[in-house]
């Protein structure tokens, strides 16, 4: 709602904010040079006072048309409410509109100002007014005032600032009186200029990071999603679903976060949904929403330039000010990179430009221009209250600025990049918002009408639909390019520089702290690195890595984006479960404990298996067993050493169980450690350690082994010699097979090739011999 009259420090509308704070000390003496009377109004309304209750909020829900031509009728519509105590009576809602103001920086005092203050206002149109009799306390009443263009005084081509007043009586104050006010602003260019501003706006399709790790163990790898609050963004109604919609009819420059694409391509294809009550991951419904809306997008960017960001949007802020002392960091850029362009490919079917970088609120100092460049854009995208003029220029310059080592600042127009923030839900701010856009493009080409200059827009990275919605009542409104043209984004990036421009990059110092307060923290990065190094060291056992490689490195990508500044907590949180799911991976290939092995004998086999519980194979993985008694007990084949190593390859599902040749020399216990390590000599998993029980045989034992055998053959040499005597007798045999035949003997059981258990060895067992 506009603020009453009266209140002249009142807070102002969301939707102008910025510009009363920027210009709050502009509000007084320059003023009143822009806002010259118009003819005496009759004496009626000239007694009209400034004192008093002033307690009337006017709300200006609509303007139409938004920027009119000759012939055209504006209308102005809203609602006034009493907020006072007392009645008011003879009440009457008029229009009244400035003289013309004189460039940005009056606008800017303009808008900042509140408050009604007389003798500075210009007066009623002295036909146009809308009576109200009576308007009780609390109450709101709607108006609308159409005025031809003709009568309102409109002259020379440019900016005017046009009030909507309610004056009226009350039972405390008999003299009329003004008791609220409502400005906006009206853009008048019947012609068009010589020059048109070329004017670039960024539409952005960015959204936070739903996706994790995690997906399932089936071929198709079925994602997991946290939950599918994605779906409402998605549909028809919903921001994302807007946002496509409003930019496939307007001259706009897709700017995509290729993380979003691949996420609801992800959907698409079939995914689950954790259910947080039971913990079971059940199958998501909203497959036919995320298809129709990735086929919306594609239909939509068909023709129009796409500008792809590294995927999942990655703080460059952060990874500047605070990854650089993370060894690698950088590196995690250029992986997010290269995914863009393949994931935009892949989904979109169109050739995406990744030559751009956007830091957040478009804030740059050299350590974050050279972190945005690192992985191979060449543009990145300021604002111009970061990349500030200080060279004084009358106008405000075109927006590609060469800063060196073939790199170039785009500086999008800080005004115009701002101007949809806050609440839009409300038709009055959304007027409001729209009306001051328009005055704005229309004052910075009057600013130099001979020479055409290139303005980039950047908006809020996730703008709500409302927002949305008016950034596109706003474009419509300057369809008829009586003085903007559209430019895409590559384009504006090729712009001529102007040579009398500021090319020079902040320092350090200057950048907001309000941004650095939330940027990641060094101790993200350092989780990042770990995460990574753990992937790079697991991929390298597997057969078919992609299927692990793809889903953590994107997941790693979420981990720097922009989108968790302000969720220092959830950020966290999503780190961890990243690193816990990686981590439970890697330990589903391990060695099975053992507790005791006992060698009888100088020689045998030590039995060490290797469980893999993943669905794939894995290979280049070896087994190192190390006795830390050589001299009692020595590993491998012939004399044997301190150590031992084999290679392994494991089945998906499978285990391998190795035997180890061992050779004794003396009794007694011997701890051995068993350790997987990959092929390069890196340690795989935790080590396990096992004690093998060497009893070797003595002199005394022999002997009595000897005389057993002996006595065996003794025995032999008896039952052949009764056999002998039997048959001359013709005498069948006592025992064996017909014929005289070897006894039957069942043949051995096959060897089973299955999954083995991953319960520990039983205490005492035996070794193979």
Excluded at 202 to 224: C, F, K, N, Y
Excluded at 450 to 477: E, G, I, K, N
Excluded at 712 to 718: F, S
Excluded at 734 to 763: F, R, V
């Amino acid at each position: 709602m506009a603020e009453a009259a009266d209140f002249q420090g009142m807070t102002p509308s969301p939707a102008r904010r910025w510009v009363r704070r920027a210009a709050s000390l502009m509000a007084g003496a320059p003023l009143l040079v822009g806002l010259a009377e118009l003819p005496a109004a009759p004496a009626a309304y000239a007694a009209t006072e400034a004192s008093g209750s002033r307690t009337v909020d006017v709300s200006l829900d609509s303007l139409t048309p938004s920027a009119p031509v000759k012939d055209d009728t504006v209308t102005v519509s809203g609602t006034v409410t009493n907020k006072g105590r007392e009645t008011i009576t003879e009440a009457r809602v008029g229009l009244g509109v400035s003289s013309r103001l004189s460039g940005r920086t009056q606008i800017d005092a303009a808008a900042a100002r509140s408050g009604y203050s007389a003798g500075n206002e210009p007066q009623e149109l002295e036909t146009y007014v809308v009576k109200i009799p009576k308007l009780p306390s609390g109450v709101s009443t709607d108006f609308s005032l159409a005025v031809p263009v003709d009568k309102l005084g409109l002259e020379d081509a440019g900016v005017y600032q046009l009030g909507v007043t309610l004056s009226g009586k009350s039972a405390g104050q008999g003299a009329e009186r003004v008791l609220g006010v409502e400005r906006t602003f009206l853009p008048w260019q019947d012609d068009g200029t010589k020059q048109k501003t070329q004017l670039t706006y960024m539409w952005p399709l960015i959204s936070t990071t739903r996706l994790s790790a995690e997906t399932g163990s089936d071929e198709q790898q079925t994602p997991v999603f946290e939950n599918d609050d994605l779906a409402k963004e998605l549909a028809p109604g919903g921001r994302l679903g807007q946002l496509v919609s409003l930019g496939n009819e307007l001259p706009v420059t897709w700017v995509i976060d290729p993380d979003l694409l691949a996420t609801v391509d992800a959907m698409v294809k079939g995914y689950t949904v954790k259910d947080k009550a039971t913990g079971v991951n059940v199958p998501g419904k909203s497959q036919a929403v995320a298809k129709q809306w990735l086929n919306s997008v594609e239909n939509a960017v068909k023709g129009k330039k796409v500008v792809a960001l590294p995927f999942a949007d990655p703080d460059l802020a952060s990874l500047a000010h605070r990854g650089k002392n993370v060894p690698g960091s950088l590196n995690q850029l250029q992986r997010a990179t290269k995914a863009a362009e393949i994931t935009v490919d892949s989904t979109l079917h169109v050739k995406a430009s990744t030559d751009f970088a956007w830091p957040i609120d478009g804030a740059v100092d050299p350590a974050i221009m050279n972190t945005a460049t690192s992985a191979g854009a060449h543009n990145v995208i300021a604002r111009s209250d970061s990349l500030r003029e200080i060279r004084g220029l009358p106008y405000s310059p075109t927006s590609a600025r060469p800063i060196g080592a073939g790199r170039t600042a785009i500086v999008a127009d800080a005004r115009l990049s701002t101007a949809f923030q806050g609440d839009m839900s409300r038709a009055e701010n959304s007027t409001l918002a729209v009306q001051e856009f328009l005055a704005q493009t229309l004052a910075l080409t009057q600013q130099d009408e001979d020479r055409q200059r290139s303005t980039v827009v950047a908006p809020q990275r996730m703008p709500s639909v409302t927002q949305a919605q008016t950034m596109a009542s706003a474009l419509r409104a300057l369809d008829s390019q009586r003085w903007t043209e559209p430019l895409d984004l590559v384009a504006a990036a090729k712009a001529k520089p102007d040579p009398d421009a500021t090319t020079q990059v902040p320092g350090s110092a200057a950048y907001p702290g309000t941004l650095r307060d939330r940027e990641l923290p060094t101790s993200a990065f350092e989780d990042i690195k770990a995460t990574q190094n753990t992937l790079d060291h697991f991929k390298v056992v597997l057969t078919r890595p992609e299927r692990v490689v793809t889903p953590f490195g994107n997941a790693i990508n979420r981990e720097m984006s922009t989108s968790w500044r302000g969720h220092d907590v959830a950020a966290g949180i999503y780190r961890a479960d990243v690193q816990r799911y990686l981590y439970d991976l890697t330990s589903e290939i391990t060695l099975i404990e053992k507790s005791t092995a006992t060698l009888s004998g100088r020689s045998a086999t030590i039995p060490v298996t290797v469980q893999n519980k993943l669905v794939q194979d894995v290979h280049h993985l070896v087994l190192r067993l190390q006795s830390t008694k050589p001299t009692r007990l020595k590993l491998g084949e012939g004399e044997g050493s301190a150590v031992t190593e084999q290679p392994i390859k494991v089945r998906g599902g499978h285990s391998q169980s190795v035997k180890i040749a061992t050779t004794a020399n003396a009794n007694g216990k011997v701890p051995v450690v068993a350790q997987l390590f990959t092929e390069d000599g890196t340690p795989y998993g935790p080590e396990m350690r096992f004690t093998v029980k060497v009893n070797e045989v003595t002199p005394t034992v022999m002997l009595v082994i000897a005389g057993g055998v002996l006595l065996l053959v003794l025995a032999g040499i008896k039952m052949y010699s009764q056999r002998k005597r039997s048959a001359a007798r013709g005498e069948a045999p006592e025992n064996g097979a017909p014929d005289g035949g070897d006894p039957e003997q069942p043949s051995d059981p096959n060897p089973d090739t299955g999954p083995e258990s991953g319960e520990p060895s039983a205490t005492g067992e035996k070794v193979d011999r």
